[in-house]
Each structure stands twice: as structure tokens, then as C-alpha cells.
């Protein structure tokens, strides 16, 4: 992977796959993170689980800068990111991105969507793209669909779909945002279940959720956040199990 | 009211102006594309001043009759450019195209900027998370998607143009409308004549939105399977 950065980016020589360092983010005045420090290890899946409004989505889309910080600093795979040098475009072929609402592109058949950013890209040619893709639909078990469009498929396989298109650029961090809260009860298994299975194959993960089962069985570390801070963190043992925070504690109380 | 022999004696006039009306459309609507794709992108840009320029020559153009825009175009600029340079002449033809294309850009323009601002932002957000660069990002996802959204609204921009290059007949172009009036100026035949011509512009018409129906059609979302079950 490493050859695929820029060589005028600086490394910091690290053995974490991400570190960040006080990490701030206001909305104008709207103080939405206050200060986040957390390192996550290669292969490491991390759920961040907390009440609406408390910074999760914002902290997870500052990871890849669609959220620019205001402060602090993101280090992945050693090269800080939030420096202005670094060419964000590469960095980003390295994190795939999940969204709550799929985000399809809905003039595409689904193959395209996911041939899409590596053919742009010149990552690879129209065949190996192809061949990626369906290698990918296979996996998330959509083969058959590969010549539909977006709107023709299921919540459920829309995500499914749009996971395979974060793989497509073979990135090595894998952001979750809620990917399952858009989606009708019967179909969260499906999703969960390639989600589990990136897990098991060693993906780096970090996943904003909701779905407490999920996090508890599927999470090596939960992170537990509330007004733009890390509350609490640990093995989903000692969170769910044994929370030391009282903010956690009411949390868990009502999500449970 | 003799329509046979109007429809003889007035048709190869008429022909002639049509070519002309659909000759001054093609060429307008082109440039106002371009023009209007670079107010859009003026209008969306971060810079105060590139915006301003936009919104002024919007607001100019839309707030002005196409009548007094191409009087102004024809008689009026010669009038001060003559003013620096004596000898200089403008002829309807160019003047009929000056006028149609800075029309047409400006409400080009907004529904250009209307069908990008369609285009949910989580579609912007998917193709940068995927590396690509912003110009990447408008050219390959946002842009295609803005388009369709347009088709309807741009069509029918279209076919206002056309129509209004009869307005252009007012600065002496011999465009189909003009063509009627000097026929009937001598053969008196109103109703007959004016009837052809709105069949003509009639026919034109239908042949565009025939067109964009097609276009409408290939650009749906969807696979030919799952259209025939609906």
C-alpha cells in the first residue's frame, strides 16, 4: 500500500494505524467536537456508539476531511493528514467510506458504481475493474444484480452494494457510518453480516452504530462518546458490562 | 381567403425564413449554452466579484423585454461604437444572434445552477470519499445527474429561443415572421399566411420535443426489465 502515497508526504514513523491528537471541530460557534485523543491498531475494529448530537459522525467524517478540523491532528498510516500539503485525494483511495444513506449513484448499473472511482482513477483498467467488481458482488452476494440500477434494489442491498464500492479501490481503513439506521429491520442482518465478515478477514474498521449487538460482538475496543468528547473506552466487556462513567451507564440504560 | 394559392405562392418565402429561424436558434442556443455554463459556474464560484458579474447580467437580462434587449443590440450599440470607429456596421443576422444568445444564457444559467444544486450532496460526498478531486467529482457524478434533472427545463428554454427569433423580425431579420409580413403585405392573404406560419413553428416544436422525449427516456435510471413492469 505504502507505494501508493506521494513521496513528498512526510512519514512519521508509527506503528498504530491511525492516531488522533486532540482533535477539535466547531461549526461556527457550535462546539460539535472538544478534544478527541484515540489510536486505533492495524486490523483493530472500533464501534463508536453515543446519543445523537454527541460528535460520532462528525469525528468519523473528519477522518477522511469531509469535515475539515478546526484543530489538532489525524495521523494515518503515518502521514498526518490535516496537513495541507497532503494531497487528500490519495490519501482518501485509501479509506472507503459507508454512509447512512447509501449514496449511490443512481445513473449508474451497479457494476459502474463500483467500476467507477478505479477506472477514474486509472487504479486499474475497464477489464480489471470488472472483474473486481464482480469479484466483489460475489462476495456481498449480488452477482446477480450487477446490471441493475440503484433504485431497483433493496435498502439493504443498496448498502451492500455500496460497501462493495468503498472495497473497490482496495482501501485498508474501512469507515462505517450508521450503515444499517437507514435501513428497514429484515434487512440490518445482511449488512451486518459483510460487515462481520470484513471483520473476521482482518479489515481495519471503524464503525458509527447503533447496533449495540453488533458492537458488542463484532468490536475489539467500543469507544463511547457524548457532547464531543470521548466519554469512555474499552473491550465491549467492560463497557457494556461494566461502565465506570455514569454518563454511560445512562446511556447504556436506555439503549439496552 | 384563398389558402391553395397561399400555400403555393407563400411556401418556398416562408421555407426561406424558416431556414434562417432555425439557422439563428441552432447558432444562439449554442453560444447561450456556453455562456450560460460559464454564469452557472460564475454564479457557484467563491469569488464575490465573478459572482456579482453573474448575478447582474442575470438579473439585467431577465428583467428587460427581448424586444428592447435587441433594439438596444441592433440600433443602439452601433450607435456608440461609431462614436470610436465611424465605419463600423452591424447587420440583423449578428445582431438577432448577439441578442438570442445573451438571452438564452442567462435563464441557461439558472436552470444549469438548478440542476446542480439537485443533486443531493451525498453524492459529492461518496465520489470524494472514493479519492476522486472536485473537477473529477462534477464531471463524472454530478454533472451527468444535473443534466437529467435539466432536460425538462432546458427543452423548454429551447423552444421559448425559437419562438423568440420571431421577436428578431422587429431589427429587420428575414426570419419566418418577417417573411409572412412582406408577403401579406402584398397579397393581403392575413389569415391563411399567419395560419402557415404557426404551423411551421408548430412542426419545428414537435420535432424537439419528440426529440427530448427520446433523450428523457435514455437517460432513466433504470434497467428496460423493470420499465416494462410498471
Known amino acids: ?256 | 381567403m384563398d389558402f391553395g394559392r397561399v400555400l403555393r405562392d407563400a411556401t418556398p418565402l416562408l421555407l426561406e425564413g424558416l431556414k434562417l429561424t432555425i439557422g439563428v436558434s441552432i447558432i444562439a442556443i449554442a453560444i447561450g449554452i456556453v455562456i450560460g455554463l460559464f454564469m452557472c459556474l460564475m454564479k457557484m464560484s467563491k469569488n464575490g466579484i465573478l459572482r456579482a458579474i453573474a448575478a447582474v447580467y442575470i438579473w439585467i437580462i431577465r428583467g428587460t423585454p427581448m424586444l428592447v434587449q435587441a433594439f438596444i443590440v441592433f440600433f443602439g450599440f452601433p450607435q456608440v461604437i461609431q462614436l470610436l470607429s465611424p465605419s463600423f456596421r452591424l447587420d440583423a443576422f449578428t445582431a438577432g444572434i448577439i441578442t438570442l444568445s445573451l438571452n438564452a444564457g442567462a435563464y441557461l444559467a439558472e436552470i444549469f445552477r438548478g440542476g446542480i444544486m439537485a443533486v443531493p450532496r451525498g453524492q459529492e460526498e461518496a465520489a470524494r470519499s472514493l479519492g476522486l478531486s472536485k473537477s473529477k467529482t462534477m464531471i463524472k457524478v454530478v454533472l451527468p445527474q444535473a443534466f437529467k434533472v435539466s432536460i425538462p427545463s432546458l427543452v423548454n428554454q429551447f423552444i421559448i429561443s425559437i419562438k423568440d427569433t420571431s421577436i428578431l423580425s422587429c431589427i429587420g431579420l428575414a426570419e419566418l415572421v418577417n417573411k409572412a409580413k412582406t408577403y401579406v403585405g402584398s397579397s393581403y392573404q392575413f389569415f391563411s399566411t399567419y395560419i402557415l406560419v404557426a404551423a411551421f413553428y408548430l412542426v419545428i416544436i414537435s420535432l424537439l420535443m419528440i426529440l427530448s422525449n427520446y433523450v428523457e427516456k435514455r437517460f432513466k435510471y433504470e434497467t428496460k426489465k423493470t420499465r416494462h413492469n410498471e
Open chain 1, 1 to 256: 500500500m505504502k507505494q501508493k502515497r506521494q513521496d513528498t508526504m512526510n512519514k512519521i514513523d508509527v506503528n498504530e494505524k491511525l492516531i488522533v491528537k486532540d482533535l477539535h471541530k466547531h461549526f461556527g460557534k457550535l462546539q460539535v467536537l472538544n478534544g478527541i485523543d484515540t489510536t486505533v491498531s492495524e486490523g483493530e475494529v472500533v464501534c463508536v456508539i453515543g446519543p445523537s448530537g454527541s460528535g460520532k459522525s462528525t469525528f468519523l467524517r473528519c477522518l477522511n476531511q469531509l469535515e475539515e478540523v478546526t484543530s489538532g491532528t489525524i495521523i494515518i498510516d503515518g502521514y498526518d493528514i490535516t496537513d495541507k500539503k497532503v494531497n487528500i485525494n490519495k490519501v482518501r483511495e485509501n479509506i472507503g467510506m459507508v454512509f447512512q444513506s447509501f449514496h449511490l449513484f443512481p445513473n449508474m448499473t451497479v457494476k459502474k458504481n463500483i467500476m467507477m472511482a478505479p477506472v477514474t482513477l486509472k487504479k486499474m483498467t475497464t477489464e480489471e475493474a470488472e472483474k473486481k467488481a464482480e469479484e466483489l458482488l460475489t462476495r456481498v452476494g449480488l452477482l446477480d444484480k450487477k446490471d441493475a440500477f440503484p433504485i431497483e434494489l433493496s435498502g439493504g442491498q443498496q448498502q451492500r452494494v455500496a460497501i462493495a464500492r468503498a472495497l473497490a479501490m482496495n482501501p485498508d481503513i474501512m469507515l462505517f457510518d450508521e450503515p444499517t439506521s437507514a435501513l428497514d429491520p429484515e434487512m440490518v442482518g445482511e449488512v451486518l453480516d459483510v460487515m462481520k465478515e470484513l471483520a473476521r478477514e482482518g479489515m481495519t474498521m471503524i464503525v458509527v452504530t447503533h447496533e449495540m449487538g453488533f458492537a458488542r460482538e463484532v468490536a475489539d475496543r467500543v469507544i463511547f462518546m457524548d457532547g464531543g468528547v470521548i466519554v469512555e473506552e474499552g473491550s465491549p466487556m467492560e463497557v457494556f458490562l461494566n461502565p465506570r462513567q455514569e454518563r454511560t451507564q445512562d446511556f447504556l440504560k436506555k439503549v439496552l
